[in-house]
């Protein structure tokens, strides 16, 4: 059974930092699995922020948190993280963990299988 769980979300003032935690167990294997972070806001599409490619050597980020926000991961841990420094108030949004992410250039999509989604987490930032 996959399981995906997402930790690190909190209530951050603007220009502050969080930084996101996710854990996958019940993977095939871990360290062949792509893995990315997604954020919604009530009434919006849920949308791609950041993923990572099974090694770690591909990377893609959205152009909102280009150069703000950080992924990565460890197969040791079967974790991925996501730093986010300089946080906007348009940060706020729940965000979630994925596995078994599908990476397409520049971009990255959704799992469509519900099991590889996590529960997400509240990432608030005040002005």
């Known amino acids: 059974q996959v399981q995906v769980m997402e930790s690190g979300g909190d209530l951050v003032q603007a220009g502050g930092s969080l930084r996101l935690s996710c854990t996958a167990s019940?993977?095939?294997?871990?360290?062949?699995?792509?893995m990315g972070w997604f954020r919604q806001t009530p009434g919006k599409e849920r949308e791609a922020v950041s993923c990572?490619?099974?090694?770690?050597?591909?990377?893609v980020y959205s152009n909102s948190v280009k150069g703000r926000f950080t992924i990565s991961r460890d197969n040791t841990r079967n974790s991925v993280y996501l730093q986010m420094n300089s946080l906007k108030p348009e940060d706020t949004a729940m965000y979630y963990c994925?596995?078994?992410?599908?990476?397409?250039?520049?971009?990255?999509?959704?799992?469509?299988?519900?099991?590889?989604w996590g529960r997400g987490t509240q990432v608030t930032v005040s002005s």
């Open positions: 994925a596995a078994s992410v599908p990476l397409g250039g520049i971009t990255c999509y959704p799992p469509r299988d519900d099991k590889y």
């Open positions: 019940g993977l095939t294997d871990f360290g062949f699995t792509n």
């Open positions: 990572i490619s099974r090694e770690g050597s591909v990377t």
